[in-house]
Structure formats: C-alpha cells, structure tokens
Nanobody, 125 residues
C-alpha cells in the first residue's frame, strides 16, 4: 500500500508562486507514474502533469512553462512548483501514485491508483 500526504496549498495573488509537496510512504511491487491532478468547483478532476520513474515529465497545455513537477527520491517526496499563478488555477490539488501491487498485477497489467487527501490552492487578489 502507498500513503500520500499533500501540503503547501494556500491563498496567493495572481502572478505569485506556490510549491506543493506530496510525501509518500509505503511501497508496492512497481511504480508506473506519479502525478498531480486538480479539481475546480463544479468541474471534473483533471490531470495537471505526470512524472515517470525515470524523471520524465509531461504537462497539460494550460500549465506548460509555469508548473514544474520534480521528485526527491531520498525523501520520497514529489513537488509541484507553480509559478505565474492565475485565478483559473484555483482548485483542490491531489497527488497520485499508480503502479502494480504485485508481480501478478504486473503480468495482468492491473494498475492500482493511490491518492492524497488534496490541498486547496486559491489564486485571488
């Protein structure tokens, strides 16, 4: 099992920055990817970006060039650095880890998803 705890959310003015953290504990057979999602009021949860085990990243178009995902493997913690924040970035942000709980799950390509509790980010003047 994997347990995720986000921190670092808060209120920030447009154009400001925030850094979210996602502390991971526990382990599974093999991690596939990690990432960040967000959910704004009245909207569906959307993927913000992912980071592979090898450190490659990918982002949705609306945050490219402004958000950066990184991970400190020594601390088992993933980060989301958010710069040039806009009011439309206001949402609850969730970190996620997905992977295979066992070798049987790997063979059958049965991915499990683990989620943090979410942290509120509000961009407003």
């Amino acid at each position: 099992q994997v347990h995720l705890v986000e921190s670092g959310g808060g209120l920030v003015q447009p154009g400001g920055s925030l850094r979210l953290s996602c502390a991971e504990s526990g382990s599974i057979y093999g991690v596939y990817t990690r990432g960040w999602y967000r959910q704004a009021p009245g909207k569906q949860r959307e993927l913000v970006g992912i980071i592979t085990v090898g450190g490659n990243t990918n982002y949705i178009g609306s945050v490219k060039g402004r958000f950066t995902i990184s991970r400190d493997d020594t601390k088992n913690t993933m980060f989301l650095q958010m710069n040039s924040l806009k009011p439309e970035d206001t949402a609850v942000y969730y970190c996620t880890t997905n992977g295979f709980r066992s070798s049987d799950d790997y063979v059958s390509n049965d991915l499990s998803y683990y989620w943090g509790q979410g942290t509120q980010v509000t961009v407003s003047s």
